[in-house]
């Protein structure tokens, strides 16, 4: 199935690679503390990592489109991980970004445009709804690494906490993405399971899914639960909320610099 699609469709774009370069450059900045501004260089990392991530979201779902049955995916492009190549750039990259950077959490993005008349089989559309947030899962469990490995006396720990705040946004964008709320990727997986009829009738509130979400999350026993639930989610990954903490508070650089010092135990 993939023979159809070329090499240079396949081709890595140099935005990517720029986007990658950037996270491992300020990612050896975090770690040595070479930057003379710690907390930039935890921002750089952070959101550059957060880019790199939601355009290996969008590629996971191209992908898993691609070995469905669509192959106008690479004809448009979403398998070079271009974050411009996107049908909606700024959903998908400038609002999650700005997201982060407002409040640290991490918002869905999603804008690869899949014609979904070319394939064929419930488990198939299943999965390529499911394979975006399975990759913040996948990507979660390798920042969490260190801390799940109990390794984390080998990590400086500026360079913890950046990987702490940066996990949180992977595992608050998987919970966020599979709620099973038209628009969202987890309504995705559950609709080629419901009926015509029922999927006609939830079709025109989709774009208004996520909205939604945040309204209902304005309610304080909905937020409590949530949030909860992305903690316990760091917990079990042996992530504490101190480490989450100042890795929020370092990336917050226009803040100043935060006196960590003054709150050790």
Request: contains cysteine.
């Amino acid at each position: 199935m993939t023979t159809a699609i070329t090499r240079r469709e396949r081709r890595i774009s140099p935005v990517f690679l720029g986007l990658f370069a950037i996270m491992v450059v300020s990612a050896w900045a975090v770690w040595t503390e070479y930057s003379a501004s710690p907390g930039f260089a935890v921002f750089l990392f952070v959101v550059s990592g957060w880019v790199v991530s939601l355009c290996l979201h969008e590629y996971a779902h191209a992908r898993t489109a691609l070995h469905g049955g669509d192959l106008s995916i690479g004809a448009k492009g979403y398998l070079t991980l271009n974050p411009l190549k996107y049908t909606h750039v700024a959903l998908s990259i400038v609002l999650p970004v700005v997201f982060v950077i407002m409040g640290g959490i991490g918002l869905p993005g999603g804008a690869v445009f899949i014609e979904r008349h070319r394939i064929q089989g419930r488990w198939k559309h299943s999965l390529i709804s499911a394979a975006g947030p399975l990759t913040n899962v996948l990507f979660a469990a390798a920042l969490t690494a260190p801390f799940w490995l109990d390794a984390t006396d080998r990590v400086p720990e500026l360079f913890r906490f950046a990987l702490a705040f940066l996990a949180l946004l992977q595992v608050t964008a998987a919970i966020l993405n599979f709620l099973p709320v038209p628009g969202l990727d987890g309504y995705g997986v559950i609709e080629p399971w419901l009926s015509h009829r029922v999927r006609r009738q939830v079709e025109p509130y989709a774009p208004f899914g996520l909205l939604g979400v945040f309204g209902i999350l304005w309610i304080p026993e909905v937020n409590e639960a949530f949030f909860g639930a992305i903690d316990a989610v760091m917990r079990a990954l042996g992530v504490s909320e101190w480490d989450t903490y100042w890795g929020q508070e370092f990336f917050r650089f226009w803040q100043g610099e935060p006196d960590i010092a003054g709150f050790r135990p």
